[in-house]
């Protein structure tokens, strides 16, 4: 039986499989909610006049300047939540969101001012000047560096492996320990390439997906800001 015959079997296949739907819902939960946090902070940081402007100053610095692998460890011991999964999602969150909200802020900052003049000598308040005018115009410019954040967390997700939570990468390790099991004989380092082969194929064919639907959307978005200044 070859190398790839002995690896790739059905069963194998199906729990490498399992750990790449655990990365995608860690992922997708986390950046989700980072979004709507992030925005929520960096509009705070850009336009409150008062305490919470600091306060989520120093939340974000506190956040941008340390790994995230050790909020992976910290939440895996101190959050308040019942399941592992719980718990290394408010990680990914806390540090994501604070990456989110500097890139908000960048895209808010890129608006003219006089945006603000102009909804507001149309009746708009300040309020319903940012949810129709600003807000959008914001995410329309940030779309490529969110992105990148979003791939950014995608591959990220495997410091969940040093916490032993099922995910892609903790999975092919755990497959590899066990081979012998299966095989009858220590694992090969040609069967060691063959699996973290497999495992990175997998990352690359998620996050090139993104890569491509981003430069699609920005595109997109290039040609009808073309049409309108024709």
Not at 56 to 72: A, Q
């Amino acid at each position: 039986m070859t190398a790839f015959a002995s690896i790739f079997t059905s069963a194998n296949l199906r729990y490498i499989m399992i750990g790449f739907g655990m990365t995608i819902k860690i992922a997708a939960v986390s950046i989700l909610l980072s979004i709507i946090i992030g925005t929520v902070l960096g509009l705070i940081r850009n336009y409150d006049k008062f305490i919470l402007k600091y306060i989520t100053g120093f939340y974000i610095e506190v956040f941008r300047n340390t790994p995230n692998l050790l909020w992976v460890f910290v939440c895996y011991i101190a959050a308040p939540f019942n399941s592992v999964f719980q718990r290394v999602c408010c990680a990914y969150v806390l540090f994501t969101s604070a990456m989110m909200a500097e890139i908000v802020r960048g895209g808010l900052n890129s608006i003219p001012k006089g945006q603000f003049e102009a909804a507001a000598s149309q009746g708009f308040t300040f309020i319903g000047t940012l949810w129709y005018i600003v807000i959008p115009q914001c995410f329309r410019r940030i779309i490529p560096t969110m992105m990148s954040q979003v791939i950014t967390v995608i591959k990220d997700t495997s410091f969940c492996a040093q916490v032993a939570v099922g995910e892609l990468l903790f999975n092919t390790k755990d497959l590899m320990s066990k081979l012998y099991t299966y095989t009858g004989h220590p694992i090969t380092f040609g069967e060691m390439c063959l699996l973290f082969g497999f495992a990175a194929f997998l990352y690359f064919i998620l996050n090139f997906t993104l890569s491509c639907i981003m430069r699609y959307l920005q595109h997109h978005q290039e040609r009808g800001q073309g049409v309108g200044q024709n």
